[in-house]
Antibody, heavy 122, light 106 residues
Framework: QVQLVESGGGLVKPGGSLRLSCAAS????????MSWIRQAPGKGLEWVSY????????YYADSVKGRFTISRDNAKNSLYLQMNSLRAEDTAVYYC???????????????WGQGTLVTVSS | SYVLTQPPSVSVAPGQTARITCGGN??????VHWYQQKPGQAPVLVVY???DRPSGIPERFSGSNSGNTATLTISRVEAGDEADYYC?????????FGTGTKVTVL
């Protein structure tokens, strides 16, 4: 069965850095687009970034562009999110999710991990 | 940027029908997907491509999409359906989520 397990969250000071990981299993990781989505406490879902199956196409939300870097290692079935220059407003649960093509040729998220909490506070 | 608007809350009695709307400019031209999120849990896909259900999702969950409004319908509502629901579309190279609707089962 498809499993996505995030790790790497924790408490970090403003301006600090953190690297999140997502370990995938139960499917051919290299065949799928992957995404990071976050949810601030008591708030809705916010898409953060996605990366194509080969890693050749990457997009970011404007709120994280220039500070966050998404990457993947298909040999290790792993997805990463390097987060630099962290701000209080980056505090959230970060989910990794698997993308699947919809009927329009775009993507939705068919499996999600349980999330990892990132807290940015002094 | 593309905006998806959902009512903050919907209340429904057990056994009745809940309808959750998702408004967006010409959303009928896009594929709409719906996620259910229970407290403390990750979101779960309940409807994709406007009206298709993933395996394991009850037939009570259905969707439609036309014009400027997409709708998730939950028939014969059960206590276990109490959750937050989010619609989602793809726009400008990003996944766009709706504002979310809290469904309360009375």
């Amino acid at each position: 069965q498809v499993q996505l397990v995030e790790s790497g969250g924790g408490l970090v000071k403003p301006g600090g850095s953190l690297r999140l990981s997502c370990a995938a299993s139960g499917f051919t990781f290299s065949d799928y687009y992957m995404s990071w989505i976050r949810q601030a406490p008591g708030k809705g879902l916010e898409w953060v970034s996605y990366i194509s199956s080969s890693g050749s196409t990457i997009y970011y939300a404007d709120s994280v562009k220039g500070r966050f870097t998404i990457s993947r290692d298909n040999a290790k079935n792993s997805l990463y999110l390097q987060m630099n220059s962290l701000r209080a407003e980056d505090t959230a649960v970060y989910y990794c999710a698997r993308g699947r093509r919809d009927s329009s040729g775009y993507y939705f998220l068919d499996y999600w991990g349980q999330g990892t909490l990132v807290t940015v506070s002094s | 940027s593309y905006v998806l608007t959902q009512p903050p809350s919907v209340s429904v009695a057990p056994g009745q029908t809940a309808r959750i709307t998702c408004g967006g400019n010409n959303i009928g031209s896009k594929s709409v997907h719906w996620y259910q999120q229970k407290p403390g849990q990750a979101p779960v896909l309940v409807v994709y491509d406007d009206s298709d259900r993933p395996s394991g999702i009850p037939e009570r969950f259905s969707g439609s999409n036309s014009g400027n409004t997409a709708t998730l319908t939950i028939s014969r509502v059960e206590a276990g359906d109490e959750a937050d629901y989010y619609c989602q579309v793809w726009d400008s190279s990003s996944n766009v989520f709706g504002t979310g609707t809290k469904v309360t089962v009375l």
